[in-house]
């Protein structure tokens, strides 16, 4: 019964350490309820999982700030879904009645900017950008934009990028500085963008991304594929030895708006477990 669970997990890319952590969990809990059916085994696991996660389940605060727009900085590797899942939150935003304004700072890629635009017109919502001009700039121009125009969130697009460039993650932490000086208290959320399909490398992602941008938040996508997403517990246990909250906000299931939905750790394992 344990092997198979324990298989169950590792296919889920929970990782061997967080899966050993959950397992002795369970032989707690299983021991203390008596508990013999395989069902209420399985059960007392999705338990177990929850309770793991819960750290992870934080509401995102909405809303203005005091003295001026809420400023959301967003990074992540190429191709995780980064433009899109701004685009799903100005939506969720815009539902909430929180008028938003958006800062194209991926001026690399001609297409993000432009898919960037799309969105903000399907939202209705402004957008600051710039052909090629310094990202750092761009950010800075939209946040004194939406504090001038009076806007409750300022999302900042970055370009994807990998840890191991050096130069791109140097540039990162100079647009969270630029942003910093438009508004002292900004960035209030600095959140990272994963692909729930990059199993066991999403945590690599996650710790270089910390290192260098203090990150409050994870926002996951693509879990509608193959991918368990179990990474989300070995993410848990590396936040737990560091002895802090990483919430994760949302997770991507799907390509739809209404698919980015909050984070609920009880339907994530029971989810995983299925």
Not at 5 to 32: F, I, P, S, Y
Not at 100 to 123: I, K, M, P, S, Y
Not at 139 to 146: K, L, R
Not at 182 to 207: M, W
């Amino acid at each position: 019964m344990y092997e198979e669970l324990e298989t169950a997990l590792l296919m889920a890319d929970t990782g061997a350490q967080a899966t050993t952590h959950l397992l002795d969990d369970l032989r707690r809990r299983v021991k203390a309820e008596r508990a013999t059916d395989p069902q209420q085994v399985r059960a007392l696991l999705a338990d177990a999982i929850t309770d793991w996660l819960r750290p992870l389940q934080k509401p995102l605060a909405v809303g203005a700030q005091p003295d001026g727009p809420t400023v959301w900085m967003v990074a992540g590797v190429n191709g995780a879904g980064k433009t899109t899942t701004i685009g799903k939150l100005t939506w969720h935003l815009a539902h909430h009645g929180a008028t938003v304004l958006l800062a194209a700072a991926d001026t690399f890629r001609a297409a993000a900017r432009e898919q960037l635009g799309v969105w903000a017109q399907r939202n209705g919502v402004d957008i600051v950008s710039q052909d090629g001009g310094d990202p750092a700039a761009v950010a800075f121009d939209a946040v004194t934009a939406g504090r001038a125009r009076g806007k409750d969130v300022v999302i900042v697009d970055t370009a994807g990028r990998l840890p191991t460039q050096l130069h791109l993650m140097e540039e990162l932490r100079k647009i969270k500085r630029v942003v910093q000086k438009a508004e002292a208290t900004a960035p209030h959320e600095v959140l990272l963008v994963i692909d729930g399909n990059t199993g066991q490398n999403a945590l690599a992602q996650v710790k270089a991304f910390d290192a260098a941008l203090q990150l409050t938040g994870l926002i996951v996508t693509k879990l509608d594929g193959t991918a368990k997403g179990g990474v989300l517990a070995a993410i848990a246990m590396w936040a737990r030895e560091q002895g802090r909250e990483l919430p994760v906000y949302f997770i991507g299931i799907g390509e739809k708006l209404e698919d980015l939905q909050p984070f609920d750790a009880r339907e994530f394992a029971t989810a995983l477990l299925s």
